[in-house]
Every structure is written in structure tokens, then in C-alpha cells.
T-cell receptor, first 111, second 114 residues
Framework: QKEVEQNSGPLSVPEGAIASLNCTYS??????FFWYRQYSGKSPELIMS????GDKEDGRFTAQLNKASQYVSLLIRDSQPSDSATYLC???????????FGPGTRLSVLP | EAQVTQNPRYLITVTGKKLTVTCSQN?????MSWYRQDPGLGLRQIYY???????DKGDVPEGYKVSRKEKRNFPLILESPSPNQTSLYFC?????????????FGSGTRLTVV
């Protein structure tokens, strides 16, 4: 059974702090991992993708992947109220046949 | 502009009245998919298509049909809608399933079946 798990939150952080969002997955053969941001009532938008173990940085966002421990995380530095949204973790399964989404973590950045 | 276009954005219909939600992408993407999103249940895949004339069921296909006659279009058909199909629907496309390309999502269709 392919599963992606996330803490549903809400995760509350003060403005300017680092927000840390975590995701674990069960399919050890998963190869590609994605983070999406979704504002309430809007469509998900792709923030970052990561395929190799380690860190990948893009502006205020850093994705971290550890395939041995089967987790992927997203760090948001200098969090802003505009970062308040639900963050979806997703992966492509081992056979490349499909995307699998986690339930999402709701982030609230407090001014 | 590269995009996935869904229509309509909002739809209220009555039980049993057939409807179609259209989805079109202008990025020459091979892979297209339909999801529904309900509070507390996250994104659930309805159907997906690997390419023209190739479709397959997702996790919740009951009550839905799709077709992929052209690469750019992937309509979602509800032959006899029921109130439990009231949901927020998203169409999404990806260049392919190989490699690291993610989804581009449409703006969503909020469907209410009364």
C-alpha cells in the first residue's frame, strides 16, 4: 500500500521564524518527491521537487530528502503571513505510474 | 501562457442530470488526471490518462467517466450525478511520469449536486 503521511496541523509559527513541514512515505522505491502549496479554495501549486538525498534550496524554501529513513521535509525560512496555506507532499511511485499525495499540513504564520 | 483550463469554475446541478467538466492544457503534456478534494480527505484521484486513448481508474472512479481523444483535452463526465459527488474537482497535467516533472493544476471546479 503506497502511503504518504503528514501531520495535518495546524502548525503555527510566528512571522520571521522557520517553519518545518515533514512527510513520511512507505514505498521505499519512490524516486521523485514534490511539495505543493494550496491556498484555501485554490488549486495546488508546485513549490519544489527533489530527487536526490540531501538538501535543495530555492529562495526561502529548502527541501530535504532522506531515502534511507523515508522522509522528506520542507523548511520555510523567514516565514511570512502570506505563507499561510496547506502544504501537500507528493511522490511518484516506484513504477512511475502515478502520483501519490499526502493529506497536507496546514501552516499558519502569525503576524 | 502555459496553463490547464477547467470549465466551468462553479456548477450547481440536480441529481441525475448528466454533466461534463472540461479540461484543456496547452503544454503538450502526455499525462493528465482528475482529482476530487473533500474536507479531511485530501486529494483523491478519479481517473488518469497516460496518453491519447489510454485511460485508467484512480482511487475513486465510481460514477465518473473520462475520455482522451486528443492530447490536450481530458473531459470528466458524470452520467448521473448524485449528492455525494458534491466536491471540488481539479484537473492536472504533467509532461510525463518519467523524470521529476510535477503537476500543473487547473483552477478547479466547485460542483454542487442537489
Amino acid at each position: 500500500q503506497k502511503e504518504v503521511e503528514q501531520n495535518s496541523g495546524p502548525l503555527s509559527v510566528p512571522e520571521g521564524a522557520i517553519a518545518s513541514l515533514n512527510c513520511t512515505y512507505s514505498d521505499r522505491g519512490s524516486q521523485s518527491f514534490f511539495w505543493y502549496r494550496q491556498y484555501s479554495g485554490k488549486s495546488p501549486e508546485l513549490i519544489m521537487s527533489i530527487y536526490s538525498n540531501g538538501d535543495k534550496e530555492d529562495g526561502r524554501f529548502t527541501a530535504q530528502l532522506n531515502k534511507a529513513s523515508q522522509y522528506v521535509s520542507l523548511l520555510i525560512r523567514d516565514s511570512q503571513p502570506s505563507d499561510s496555506a496547506t502544504y501537500l507532499c507528493a511522490l511518484k511511485d516506484n513504477y512511475g505510474q502515478n502520483f501519490v499525495f499526502g493529506p497536507g499540513t496546514r501552516l499558519s504564520v502569525l503576524p | 501562457e502555459a496553463q490547464v483550463t477547467q470549465n466551468p469554475r462553479y456548477l450547481i446541478t440536480v441529481t441525475g442530470k448528466k454533466l461534463t467538466v472540461t479540461c484543456s492544457q496547452n503544454m503538450n503534456h502526455e499525462y493528465m488526471s482528475w482529482y476530487r478534494q473533500d474536507p479531511g480527505l485530501g486529494l483523491r484521484q478519479i481517473y488518469y490518462s497516460m496518453n491519447v486513448e489510454v485511460t485508467d481508474k484512480g482511487d475513486v472512479p465510481e460514477g465518473y467517466k473520462v475520455s482522451r481523444k486528443e492530447k490536450r483535452n481530458f473531459p470528466l463526465i458524470l452520467e448521473s450525478p448524485s449528492p455525494n459527488q458534491t466536491s471540488l474537482y481539479f484537473c492536472a497535467s504533467s509532461l510525463s511520469l518519467g523524470g521529476g516533472t510535477g503537476y500543473t493544476f487547473g483552477s478547479g471546479t466547485r460542483l454542487t449536486v442537489v
